[in-house]
Every structure is written in C-alpha cells, then in structure tokens.
C-alpha cells in the first residue's frame, strides 16, 4: 500500500485547479467558483477517456461553452467519449431485412448521423451501441412467431441468419465508418453470455442459446441452430465489423463484476476469437489492421464490462474480474456504470429524496472514490500502474449524468451544476478517502503458511473480501492457522477469525474456508455516523489438489475433457492437449500435447484426457466417472461466495420412476387467492445425491439441459439489524444474478405487509421492488427482510430450514413452498421471452418458530468428495477399506471384481503396493489383521 505522502506528493504536478480540488475535500472548503470545479477528462487525461450517453448535436455545437450551467456545457467540460444510449440499438432499423432502407443512410440533416459528426467536430470520441443485441432488436432477426408443434422461434434458418448478419453488419458498421458520422468504436455483440455458467471455459454451452436462459435468450444463436451451430454468429459477427470498420471492437456484458464464471467465459470467447483472426488474418482470410505500434490488431479490441452496480458492490471481485481480460491481452471498458445507492424497502415505499439521502451519498462518495482509485492503478494510459499487461481500463462511461437517471440516483451530480459527494470522490478518490480517514488503496496484509507467504489486498468496507486458495500436503487433515499467522498494516488488527468447518478439517474437494476480519482506525466522524467501517475481510481457503472435469457436449470432441485443477502442489504435470477447431465447431486434438505446471495454489481448467493417469501425488485421480464429474451434488454446508440451487426436501415419483422435488426460482409468481406474489419454483430430477435440471419445455431436444440462471442462488455472509435472539447469529442473504427485467443483483426478501404483500399470514416472496420493474436494492435498515437464519443442516440427509426473524412483536417468518397459482408459460407481448410455466412457489409465512417452515437442501456445481484410500466409499479410513482393496488384488480396469479405489497409483490394475500404500493411511496406533 502506498503511503499518504507518496500520494499527496503526486499531486504537485496537477494542474493548478485540480490540485485545489484534490486538496479541498472538506465540504466547507470546496471551491464555490463551477469554473474551478475540475472537468473529468481532464483529471483522468493520463488514464482513460471520460464517457456519459449526452449524444445529440446541441450538447456539441460550435457554441457551447464548456460549464456547469446546463447539460450541454457539462457534456462538452466533462466528456470526452460518448454511447448513444438508444439511438443506435437494432431496433434503429426497424424494417427488417425485408423492410425500406433505414432513415440513417440517407438523412444526412437531422438524427444520428448529425449527432454523431457533431460529437467528432468536438473530438468527442463515439462508440456504436450496439451491433447484435437479443433485446430491442425486433427483426434482427425476424421476431419469433408461434410453430405448428408449439415452439416460440425465429423463422430465420441459419442460411438466412448468416447472410443477413453480414448484410447487417456491412451496411451499418461501413456506414457510420466515414467522415463526418465515423465512429470511434463498436459494441459488437451485447449481453450474449448467461450469467452464471457451470463451465465457463466452455464458452459455447454459456451463451444464450434459443431457449437457455429462459429469460433473453438469443434469437440468433436460435437462427444459427437451424442447419449450423448456434455459437457461430458471434465470430461472424466480430468478422464482418472487422472487414467493414476500423473502429475498435468491444464484447461488452454485465453480471461479470462479481462472478468469476462469467468472466472467465468471456475471456476464453475473446482468446479463442484473437487467435483464429490472427491464423485466418496471415492467411489472407480477413484484413489485418495494424495498432499505433504497427503490430496487427487483435479481433477483439476490448471487453466492456457494464457497471450497473449499487453499494454492495465487491471491489475485490471485481478487480479479479478486471485481471481475468488484462491476462488475454485486451483492453477493459467499464461502459454503463452508474453505482446506486440502497435505497429501497417495498412496494410503494421508495425513498426517493429526504435526509436520509445525504447519509446515503456519503456511502456512495467511498464506494466512488474506492473505485475510481482501483481503475487509476489499471488504466491504459501512461497514469496506469500495470505495464505487465499489454491493456488497461481504456474508457469510462457513465449510462447517464445527473440522479435520478437509469438506475436510481448513481450519478455523480443530482442535477446540472449540483455535484455530489460522487464527484468530490471521483475528482481525487485516493485524497477522499484520506480525509474520510480509510487507506487509499486497499489494506494488504501478509498471511503465512507451510514456509509460504501470501500477500493479499482488500479494498476493504462491508461488502469486499479478498480471496486466496491455498494448497495443503495430502497428509493434511487439518488445518492450524491462527493470529500468529497474520501480519497486518499499522493500526490495523485482527477482529475475528472464524473457520468453516469449526476444526478445519480438510479431505480432497472439501476445502477449510478461514475468514479473517480486521479492524482499523475509526473513519471520520461524519462517515463513522452513517455506517462506513474501515474493516478488511480476507478468506482463506486451504485444500488438497483436486481434479474435476466438466460435460462439455458443445465444445470439445471425445475423448478430451475440460478439468478443473484446484489447489495445485505446483509441480504435478498434467498432459494438457493442444486443440484445433473444426468446421463443426468441436475441438480436436492436434497431435501435441504438453506437460502442464498449474501454479501453486493456483486453479486452472486445462484440456485433458481421462486416459492419461496422474501419478503423483499420492491418491490424486482424475478419471471421466461419476465422482470426478462436476454435478449439481447435495451440500451439508454452506461455503463462502457459493452457487446453490435450494430444493424443496419433498420429493415426489414421477411417471417413468423417476424422483422429482422443486427449486426456488427466481421468477415472479403473480398472487392468488391464498398466496400473495411470490417467487416459482421449477422441477428438478434427484437421483441420489444428485440434482439434474430439466430440459425447458419450450425447447427442442437438441436443446441440453442445463440449470437456468433463475434457478441459482449466491449465498452471501450478512448481518440483521432486528435485535432478538439471533442478533449474533450467522445470516446470508440469497442474491439471484439475471437479466430479466433489470440488471442489478436479486436480493431475495419479504414483503414488510403493505398493501398487497400479505395474504392470510403469508408474506410475498420477491427480489424486485415492484413486479417486473426496475427497482433499487433493499436497504440496510431492513435487512431483517432479506437475511436469512437456518436451522442446523441435519449431517445425515442435508436437510435444513431457513427463516427471518424481526424484532417488531418477535415474529418468525419462514420460507414455506406452497402449491397454488401458476406462472404463466411466456410474458404478455414479450417477442423473446421463452420462460417456462410452473405451478406453485416459495413464500415467507409468518410462524411460531423455525420449525414450521418447509424443508429445503442446498446442491451445488461440485465433485464427489473423495479420501484417498476410502475403497468402501464411507468417507473414512478404516481397516474394511484394506480388505476390500485386498479382495481386489490383481483385477484390472474392466474385471469384474476392479475397484477403483482400491487401485490407489492409477495405473489400471490392483497390486500389493496399492494395499500397502492404503495400509499406511490409516490412523495412527489402528492395526488390521
């Protein structure tokens, strides 16, 4: 961490009214002058251009004056970078295919093309938004229409997908790429990836497909489906703006801040593109165009990563987010931020304005300042902090300018010539957050282990943890870590400590989490009154290295196999294979292969074949069967930042034998005459301690079944305000990462009884402020509504139950499934939507304890625990595990009589040195005859 005086020191060289700006933080001593109020290009002239969604050729004609004084004046002070925000989606050219030509190919004195040369006169640098979209883009391709068997799709084929896309792409992005209505850059494809994918080095199988998720998806993966694969339009799409533009081309998506999955599936759809354009490019297919250094382009210029965020944002995943695209060599967007703060309670009680909301943008000045420090160390320009990366954050643009904007007061100004605590903070974050007397840049502290040190950074606060994975030696059944273990800065100390589970111990695939909280030196007065906290969160995961692969039916060919590794030793070498992608869109091995190092503690996903047996360590396996698969598996636990689907413990026989029982969705069920609106819940298929999803109903059976985004869950540590009995109990609030109708994170919580959330003691179960609208997070104050207690998860069968608790009259609310009303099959008028209907849903029902509510169990995308040597299969070491392996000797892989256990080196058949290896596994002073 960089101390304060190196910080202020840095100042010196700022033009003179930044550094009073920077140096007048204090409210009373911030300059009252607007024409000393500095303009953000000019702050951030050295890192990355300043961008908002202010296009129209008044804001930029030749005479306005740069100023506070109106929009325009701010737009051209401000700004150097500007987004239409819908003037250039799709649905600008409404005809179709089929349709007259577009108004923007030959209305050259009013609209976009005026806008957009007005932009350039004031070098103003403009990015097309957007190419492809699944959302407002009726015919683009042609709308879906209903079909003789039922299903709701495009009646484009993929011949007819393909040759319009190019058509599209030819006369769009070549039109706007010359004088004067040239644009600078291109949001090529947007929001094409779901938002919580099992696999996300299979990129195919975690885009939107025609049916997958069943909120948004893509019509032109359906089109594409139809006689080709689904996958294939996004490379046409980057090709053909790359033959038609030299604009730069950016992916650009959303609900990748703070989950890995996501992210990682993007950077290996941007990877993969890069590389074949390279190969394709050299060999004459496709032109090469050449950067300022006059090394060729990649296909894919940037990645652009929303920001529609509020003020729970993880600043430490989303800085992990940011070095997940710099590691590919591209350039970091953040495209549409705008950072709310939590305003909301429930229907018809938005806090819209009031005193609360000084205390509010208090908050939202840290979470600003915090941010904008985080993306100062990552810029692209000189200013940047990073030269390992050939990138860095090259743009930020705001999705409006002044509150109450597209998401609810996130701006740095409430109205034109009013900046907010925002704009103090965004103007000189590093100085801000001095005086509100937090680090600068995050808190590192130094962890020690097994003659290893970790240094980690946390940019600190309620919401933020920093994570590490750490591997431990296979002999290692449990973990000690304590104080002594942890060097932190000065003044700050060890809070807490707390491990999950409570000995930390640890068997392969089950890994010891230790959370350690730290607390610093009080913030200032003001900030302390409104609930900031200068605490730094760490969690620390050690584990044995483990070896998972992943189904991965859209990507690779057999016998190749995505695998996970996890907890890497730093010196176990795996065959990694080298791939080529055929017409057919699979990857084959090429013939090479090499030895592959994952770096210690690390976690890769490398290419893998089953075939290949791992040697060392001792009892590590890697195998193409059940165990190892990565499955929807029963938890008995929860673990920090997990994906859960939570399934109902009652379970019914369907036709054809099979078990079935339900999850909570997150799907808005409208109220009934019992039940007040709630959340659905969807079937599932059980199968021991596995759950499998069911294909969608509306979806054709080359459609795989997968977990819909809706279904899934991220449990998150959070405390309640309501004092009672459990004010010292662990709660988590349940965050839902879609796109149905908005873009900010579910918190899943009860109505609070007004009007129309209660019916018969049953409170309404949602994750929205009002039904299919766009609303805030709920706020702090009412967490009791949103955070979750359970009961003790029973060790046999998973099985727990989860309630509230509210200190006013001491009530219990528990969620309860109940049977009644119907979700309907598809929204009204909705041309993309391909939502299943369902019967039933979850509520929050108000009760005399805990143990009326219904009975839930956790599964997550996990493997089946495995202890080397447990050839029994009972989790433990005993002496019943070397008879069986002794009953076993001399079988081979196939033999009746093979036990895979029992064959501890892997090398295909059981011997004396596999028993004997078993035998000294077990635990001390344990003799077997």
Request: hydrophobic share 35%; glycine share 8%; net charge neutral.
């Amino acid at each position: 961490m960089k101390s304060s005086s190196l910080i202020l020191k840095g100042l010196v060289a700022l033009p003179a009214a930044l550094t009073i700006a920077a140096n007048a933080l204090a409210a009373s001593d911030r300059p009252t002058n607007p024409a000393q109020w500095p303009a953000l290009k000019d702050v951030y002239k050295y890192h990355f251009l300043i961008g908002s969604t202010n296009l129209s050729a008044p804001n930029f004609a030749p005479t306005v004056v740069p100023g506070e004084d109106s929009v325009a004046a701010m737009t051209v002070k401000h700004f150097n970078a500007v987004t239409p925000s819908n003037a250039m989606k799709p649905d600008f050219w409404n005809g179709g295919i089929n349709g007259p030509a577009p108004n923007f190919l030959t209305n050259f004195t009013t609209g976009i093309n005026v806008d957009i040369a007005a932009a350039n006169a004031r070098d103003v640098k403009v990015t097309g938004h957007t190419l492809l979209w699944h959302n407002q883009s009726s015919q683009w391709p042609a709308a879906n229409v209903l079909t003789p068997n039922g299903g709701w799709e495009t009646p484009w084929d993929n011949a007819m997908a393909k040759s319009s896309l190019e058509f599209y792409i030819r006369t769009v992005a070549g039109h706007f790429d010359r004088a004067p209505q040239k644009t600078y850059a291109w949001d090529v494809v947007n929001e094409a990836f779901k938002d919580n994918p099992e696999n996300p080095a299979d990129w195919r199988n975690a885009l939107r497909t025609g049916y997958n998720p069943e909120e948004r998806p893509s019509r032109w993966a359906q089109a594409y489906a139809k006689g080709g694969k689904s996958w294939d339009y996004m490379y046409d799409a980057f090709f053909h703006a790359r033959q038609n533009t030299t604009a730069l081309l950016n992916y650009n998506d959303f609900n990748d801040d703070e989950r890995p999955a996501k992210a990682h599936a993007i950077a290996a759809m941007v990877k993969e593109f890069n590389e074949r354009y390279a190969a394709e490019s050299a060999a004459g297919r496709g032109r090469i165009l050449l950067d300022a250094k006059g090394r060729p382009r990649p296909l894919v210029d940037v990645i652009g990563t929303q920001g529609h965020w509020d003020m729970r944002l993880n600043l430490d995943a989303f800085e992990r987010t940011l070095k997940t695209y710099l590691e590919i060599g591209v350039n970091v967007d953040l495209t549409e931020l705008d950072l709310a703060p939590t305003l909301g309670l429930d229907k018809a009680l938005r806090i819209q304005n009031g005193p609360e909301m000084d205390a509010l943008f208090l908050e939202q000045g840290i979470q600003y300042a915090k941010l904008f420090s985080l993306l100062k160390q990552y810029a692209a320009g000189p200013g940047g902090e990073n030269p390992q990366y050939k990138g860095g954050v090259h743009r930020v643009t705001w999705w409006g300018m002044t509150d109450p904007g597209y998401h609810t007061n996130g701006y740095p100004w409430s109205a034109v010539g009013q900046p907010k605590e925002a704009y103090w903070a965004t103007v000189s974050p590093e100085q801000y957050l001095l005086a509100a007397g937090l680090p600068a840049q995050g808190v590192q502290a130094t962890f020690r282990y097994g003659g290893d040190h970790f240094k980690l950074r946390t940019w600190g606060g309620k919401s933020a943890r920093a994570t590490l994975d750490i591997h431990v030696p296979v002999g290692t059944t449990h973990v000690t870590f304590t104080e002594k273990n942890v060097s932190l800065p000065p003044g700050f100390a060890v809070e807490s400590m707390k491990y999950n589970p409570p000995d930390c111990a640890v068997v392969p695939g089950k890994p010891c989490h230790v959370t350690v909280t730290a607390r610093g030196p009080a913030p200032a007065p003001k900030y302390r009154e409104v609930g900031v906290d200068n605490t730094a969160t760490f969690v620390l995961s050690f584990g044995h290295m483990t070896v998972s692969w992943m189904d991965a039916p859209n990507s690779l060919a057999a016998p190749l196999s995505y695998a996970e590794v996890r907890f890497s030793d730093g010196h176990t070498k795996f065959r990694q294979y080298k791939t080529y992608y055929a017409a057919d869109g699979m990857a084959r091995a090429s013939g090479a292969s090499d030895m592959k190092v994952v770096p210690k503690h690390g976690r890769e996903t490398l290419v893998l074949s089953p075939q290949d047996r791992i040697s060392a360590p001792a009892g590590l396996r890697f195998a193409k069967d059940a165990s190892t698969e990565k499955a929807w598996r029963l938890m008995k636990r929860f673990e920090p930042g997990r994906t859960y689907m939570v399934a109902s413990a009652s379970t019914l026989l369907a036709d054809g034998g099979e078990l079935r029982t339900h999850v909570l969705t997150n799907r808005s069920k409208p109220a009934s005459t019992t039940s007040p609106e709630s959340l659905s819940r969807t079937p599932v298929v059980l199968r021991g301690d596995t759950l499998l999803p069911l294909r969608n109903s509306n979806a054709p059976a080359s459609e795989p079944a997968l977990a819909q985004d809706n279904h899934k869950f991220i449990v998150e540590e959070s405390k309640s305000p309501a004092a009672g009995p459990y004010s010292a109990a662990e709660g988590r609030t349940l965050q839902s990462f879609i796109h149905g109708s908005n873009v900010y994170p579910h918190v899943m919580f009860r109505g609070n009884g007004a009007s129309g959330t209660v019916v018969g003691g049953q409170h309404s179960l949602i994750t929205r402020q009002t039904n299919g609208q766009e609303g805030s997070q709920i706020a702090d104050r009412v967490l009791d509504q949103a955070v979750w207690f359970n009961t003790p998860i029973d060790s046999r069968t998973g099985e727990l139950k989860m309630f509230q608790y509210t200190s006013r009259g001491g009530q219990h609310h528990v969620l309860r499934e109940v049977a009644d009303g119907v979700t309907p099959n598809r929204d009204a008028n909705n041309a993309i939507s391909q939502r299943q209907g369902s019967l039933g849903g979850f509520v929050a029902a108000l009760a005399g304890g805990p143990e009326e509510g219904s009975g839930v169990k956790l599964y997550a995308y996990d493997i089946e625990p495995y202890v080397p040597g447990d050839v029994d299969g009972d989790g433990q070491l005993t002496c019943a595990d070397v008879s069986a392996a002794t009953a076993s000797l001399w079988k081979r892989a196939g033999e009746a009589g093979y036990v895979r256990n029992a064959d501890f080196d892997q090398d295909g058949v059981v011997e004396m040195r596999d028993v004997s290896a078993i035998t000294r596994l077990l635990p001390p002073g344990v003799r077997c005859r």
